[in-house]
């Protein structure tokens, strides 16, 4: 088969369409022959050599895919080879094939007018999975809270803002541009701020008369540290998922103390397989039937055949993107 290699850590030119071995499934696992997948911030850090995949899983970028299930392992139970699917994985979704432990495949989902195809349910599980278990199952967003999320036209962003809309919540978020923020009001995101021009810390707290978010959900990190904790309401929650803005910052302890606030931090990609496959049934569960009913959809800003990764590496890092970049088999 083929797969992207990363010749050595570097730019996006290091990324090499390349004939390796083909993976074979163990136990538990399915081997699926992948048609799509799509890049996430991580593929980008691993690429720089500053985030290796985990132990024991594929040297290949790439943490979610759709496709086909070509073949099973042995305890294989619920699936079948021809099944299609779409998978959470810890790596190797840049390949023509790839081994997935069967608690993080899910069914290609039903979209309003029937089956989505692969190259838009692949731009799926990573970003329903970690939205779902970070501001739902961890920082527990309910009905009428308000949700600020940093990042809103990202990948992560789109899905954030149409699944706490879905759960009655106010949005507010962050992007970069006016038309980010028109994109993001598209989905049902309420209040809208360019950080390059405005405080998001005085804007939420304006337009929700002085509550505040009662839930953050930060890419950024170290630089909105402090400024998260300021935005919090009483009770108040984030839930930091990257390091775009750095990894150390100061925390103002006193105000996080006066507010009871809670501040999480997590990566998905490490989790024991056993805590991935509780996420994928959560998402399965409540996430796949807002697909089906058209309130939440999958945004794709493009698909680029995947033998070119270099060039969807450069979308991402220029930021000027809407959503996910589908890769293409």
């Known amino acids: 088969m083929h797969a992207i290699t990363i010749a050595e850590p570097g730019g ?21 022959e992948v048609a799509a997948s799509a890049v996430n911030r991580a593929d980008l850090l691993q690429r720089q050599g500053f985030y290796d995949p985990p132990p024991g899983t594929s040297p290949y970028p790439g943490l979610e895919c759709a496709g086909r299930i070509a073949a099973l392992g042995p305890g294989v139970d619920g699936w079948r080879v021809g099944d299609e699917v779409c998978a959470l994985l810890a790596g190797g979704g840049y390949a023509e094939k ?59 962003g789109t899905m954030a803002i149409q699944l706490a809309k879905a759960a009655g919540a106010r949005v507010a978020v962050t ?37 505040g978010a009662d839930v953050v959900l930060d890419i950024i990190g170290a630089k909105y540290l402090e400024r998260n904790v300021k935005v919090l309401a009483t009770g108040g929650r984030v839930a930091i998922i990257g390091l775009q803005g750095g990894r150390n910052g100061e925390l103002p302890l006193g105000t996080l103390l006066a507010k009871r606030g809670t501040i999480t931090a997590t990566t998905l990609r490490a989790r024991p397989v056993s805590e991935k496959a509780e996420i994928v049934a959560a998402v399965r569960e409540h996430v796949w039937p807002l697909i089906a009913s058209g309130r939440v959809r999958p945004v794709v800003d493009r698909t680029v055949p995947m033998s070119h990764a270099a060039q969807a590496h450069r979308v991402l890092e220029q930021s000027d993107h809407v959503g996910k970049v589908v890769l293409t088999v």
């Open 98 to 156: 790839v081994v997935v432990p069967q608690g993080q495949l899910l069914p290609l989902p039903e979209g309003p007018d029937g089956p989505l195809d692969p190259a838009t349910a692949a731009a799926l599980p990573e970003v329903a999975c970690t939205v779902w278990s970070n501001v739902f199952m961890i920082a527990g967003l309910k009905e009428g809270e308000t949700l600020l999320v940093h990042g809103g036209a990202s990948g992560i």
């Open 12 to 32: 996006p030119d290091v990324l090499v369409w390349a004939e390796v071995d083909d993976p074979e499934p163990g136990e538990g696992e399915v081997l699926v």
């Open 175 to 211: 992007a970069g541009s006016p038309e980010k923020l028109r994109r993001c009001a598209e989905l049902g995101a309420d209040i809208l701020i360019d950080y390059r021009e405005q405080d998001f810390v005085e804007e939420v707290r304006e337009a929700t008369a002085g509550h």
